[in-house]
């Protein structure tokens, strides 16, 4: 059985979590999450709850997210327009996460899910979906949803990281950095509106703690985009950056896919950079470097 978090809305633990609301026969699950065993422990989860019509509703397209749902069964599955592509196709889910066309099932990669289908695409102006409230916080991907339940219990998905898992993985993942900055902005003006805030990795917390979790998210995000600017102080290349920012964190876990996420990582921050006119870049020896202008 799930815990209960308020009213209709429970939990079913796990790296990511999964939020289950309930409202008459209708179970809304919003991230089932990752695992072999993982459909069935939902699956007896809902029947618990009493329900039999199962609605997904998914954060984002990353496979430890998404990897769950065909195992359900699912009457709907529910993502963003900008993010449905890469939910549908996982030739497309790796290149856009990793920078990388490597096959999905490439044996350095640590989430191997397969396509989901994607029945309803939510657009920019659609603010809920059945009795689900949507908000729109991009950056972590392109097109990141949290979804609140109209308990006060809000999922925030990966545009909000635990503590212990900033501190494991040294940087977060985000594609666009500086867009998950301002997303966090936004998160942090609503989020006196809920009373628990569930990360897609990490503890839950009480709404009145979720602010002291944000700040710690923007100050890593803070960070890597300082030491990137270090780094770009000479001309330099993203071998050489990502080295940089990687030595700042000689604890964290730098297996392959996540020096990979990294480098994405990395990558989002010379967009950033550009967007603003802030980098000129040169070419030499066969090398395209980037450098801050003065």
């Known amino acids: 059985m799930p815990s209960r978090l308020a009213g209709d809305t429970y939990v079913e633990r796990g790296s990511p979590s999964t939020v289950i609301y309930v409202q008459g026969q209708t179970a809304f699950l919003i991230d089932p999450g990752q695992g072999e065993d993982r459909p069935e422990r939902l699956r007896k989860a809902i029947r618990a709850l009493g329900a ?5 509703l998914l954060t984002h397209y990353h496979s430890d997210h998404v990897d769950a749902v065909e195992g359900l069964s699912p009457v709907e599955v529910v993502a963003s327009e900008r993010d449905a592509p890469m939910v549908r196709d996982p030739e497309l889910r790796v290149l856009s996460t990793f920078n990388y066309p ?25 603010q809920h979906y059945g009795p689900i409230e949507v908000l729109r916080l991009p950056g972590h991907t392109e097109g990141h949803l949290a979804y609140a339940t109209p308990d006060g219990v809000l999922h925030a998905g990966d545009s909000l990281f635990g503590d212990r898992v900033l501190q494991k993985y040294g940087v977060p993942y985000h594609k666009y950095p500086c867009d998950s900055m ?8 609503a989020i006196s509106r809920y009373d628990h805030v569930v990360p897609g990795h990490g503890p839950i917390v009480r709404g009145h703690e ?5 700040d710690l998210n923007l100050s ?16 330099s290349d993203v071998r050489e950056i990502v080295q940089y920012v990687a030595r700042a964190h000689p604890d964290a876990s730098w ?8 480098e994405a990582s990395v990558k989002g921050v010379i967009r950033c950079l550009r967007a603003k006119g802030e980098l000129a870049e040169e070419v030499s020896d066969g090398v395209l470097r980037w450098r801050l202008r003065a």
């Open 220 to 235: 890593a995000l803070r960070s890597l985009v300082e030491r990137v600017e270090e780094a770009l102080r000479s001309p």
């Open 210 to 214: 979720a602010g002291a979790l944000i």
């Open 52 to 56: 039999d019509h199962v609605v997904v």
């Open 182 to 189: 301002e997303s966090l902005g936004r998160l942090s003006s």
């Open 255 to 262: 297996t392959p896919d996540n020096l990979m996420l990294l």
């Open 102 to 126: 490597l096959p999905p099932t490439d044996p350095s990669l640590m989430y191997r899910a397969g396509p989901v289908r994607v029945t309803h695409e939510l657009h920019d102006e659609e």
